[in-house]
T-cell receptor
Framework: GAVVSQHPSRVICKSGTSVKIECRSLDFQATTMFWYRQFPKQSLMLMATSNEGSKATYEQGVEKDKFLINHASLTLSTLTVTSAHPEDSSFYIC??????????????FGPGTRLLVL | GNSVTQMEGPVTLSEEAFLTINCTYTATGYPSPFWYVQYPGEGLQLLLKATKADDKGSNKGFEATYRKETTSFHLEKGSVQVSDSAVYFCALPRSNRDDKIIFGKGTRLHILP
């Protein structure tokens, strides 16, 4: 099956620092990757859609200057939380999609990254 | 846009018990619903899906029937196992016009031996 990894699995940082989270598709090429955020006991909320070689598309209410997304290759997308604050503490999940027209369900999810900002 | 509501957990059952996790939705048109499962330490995996009304999705002993009249897609399993302990998410397309998926809040399932 298709495997997606995330690194790191958990990170603790001080307020004001920036944190980079990597999402990799290990055995397939992903033209599109998605970044989600999940608060405790809440559903996954889509933050942005990352397309290889182009700018990410952000959902309403998500600050693009706060959450920088780069999708420089067909197997790697990164999310950088800039100047992190305690309210950014959350569980960040990425997914990757192979290019299959009309196949909405072919998103392969990473295991998530837990971010704690002190 | 569409929305999905699923029963809150955690749900704790004994092995071999019958499982139902309720999922209802509001949507324009007839979206295709899904169930995803997240095992401890792993990413979400597609468990099953349905593509049209009255369609039944099934996988690993789990079943869910897409009921258009009640806008529901309840997940069921006749005899659960300890290895079924996980978080289950009901999901469907956000709208008819895009390929984004929206998720329910997830239901954590604990199966006791």
């Amino acid at each position: 099956g298709a495997v997606v990894s995330q690194h790191p699995s958990r990170v603790i940082c001080k307020s004001g620092t920036s944190v980079k989270i990597e999402c990799r598709s290990l055995d397939f090429q992903a033209t599109t990757m998605f970044w989600y955020r999940q608060f405790p006991k809440q559903s996954l909320m889509l933050m942005a859609t990352s397309n290889e070689g182009s700018k990410a598309t952000y959902e309403q209410g998500v600050e693009k200057d706060k959450f920088l997304i780069n999708h420089a290759s067909l197997t790697l997308s990164t999310l950088t939380v800039t100047s992190a604050h305690p309210e950014d503490s959350s569980f960040y999940i990425c997914s990757a999609r192979k290019f299959l027209a009309g196949a909405r369900e072919t998103q392969y999810f990473g295991p998530g990254t837990r971010l704690l900002v002190l | 846009g569409n929305s999905v509501t699923q029963m809150e957990g955690p749900v704790t059952l004994s092995e071999e018990a019958f499982l139902t996790i309720n999922c209802t939705y509001t949507a324009t048109g007839y979206p295709s619903p899904f169930w995803y499962v997240q095992y401890p330490g792993e990413g979400l995996q597609l468990l099953l899906k349905a593509t049209k009304a009255d369609d039944k999705g099934s996988n690993k002993g789990f079943e869910a029937t897409y009921r258009k009249e009640t806008t529901s897609f309840h997940l069921e399993k006749g005899s659960v196992q300890v290895s079924d302990s996980a978080v289950y998410f009901c999901a469907l397309p956000r709208s008819n016009r895009d390929d984004k998926i929206i998720f329910g809040k997830g239901t954590r399932l604990h199966i006791l031996p």
